[in-house]
């Protein structure tokens, strides 16, 4: 009797952690389609504090706006760092949010403070550079490259050289005054990495 007492005890627990097991799972979705909803509906990265996907979209629409109107020129920078990917197997989640920050900082410190910075994803991040057209931007690059390039970063203890792809869509005024969904274009702005070698690229849109 007292092993049977044992043994239903044991069958008990068992199921027991798969109930729980299943409980968490459930948990876990329903945290990220919160989080899914969090990131829809508000406008920040809450690592960097800069604005996130969504806050980008709107600073280009009011700039798309303002080139409507007084045909100010805008760029849509962008900037990705390779070497970011392959640090996340070897340094904490600590070291790289603050590799992160630092990142996001010295890029902020190369515009002026009408331009907004934003992070896209884990490695990229954008920037909407209001009244800046072609024939200013590659001074303005070419200050972010030499600024991330000037020293190298610490993450984990170690030194590490954060070597930038930087790429650059540049909006003027067109004879049509159409150009395109302000979604369509950071894809398009996006794109233009692909393209980048070791000198920042400019494209025209």
């Known amino acids: 009797p007292a092993k049977r007492f044992e043994s239903d005890e044991l ?22 389609r919160l989080q899914l909803q969090v990131d829809l509906f508000t406008s920040t990265d809450p690592v960097t504090g800069f604005v996130n996907r969504t806050g980008t979209i709107d600073a280009i629409q009011s ?8 045909e100010e020129p ?38 002026r403070r009408v331009d907004r910075v934003g992070r896209l994803d884990d490695d990229t991040f954008v920037s909407v550079l209001s009244n800046l057209g072609g024939k200013s931007v590659g001074g303005v690059l ?16 170690t030194e590490h050289e954060l070597r930038p792809l930087i790429g650059a869509l540049v909006l003027e005024r067109s004879e049509t005054g159409a150009h395109g969904d302000p979604d369509e274009l950071l894809d398009r702005a996006v794109a233009v ?9 400019v494209v025209l849109g």
Do not use: F, K, N, Y
Not at 83 to 111: I, K, M, P, Q, Y
Not at 142 to 157: F, M, N, Q, S, Y
Not at 193 to 201: F, H, K, N
């Open 11 to 32: 069958t008990a627990l068992r199921e027991r952690m798969v109930e729980l097991e299943t409980e968490l799972e459930q948990a876990m979705a329903d945290v990220g």
């Open 63 to 70: 700039a798309l706006d303002r080139l409507d109107r007084m």
């Open 74 to 111: 805008v760029t849509i920078l962008v900037l990705t760092v390779p070497a970011l990917r392959e640090l996340r197997t070897s340094v904490s989640d600590a070291d790289l949010v603050g590799g992160l920050r630092h990142l996001g900082a010295l890029v902020a410190g190369g515009l």
């Open 142 to 157: 070419d200050r972010i490259r030499d600024a991330l390039t000037a020293a190298p970063v610490e993450l984990g203890g």
């Open 193 to 201: 990495l692909a393209e980048v070698g070791d000198e920042p690229t």
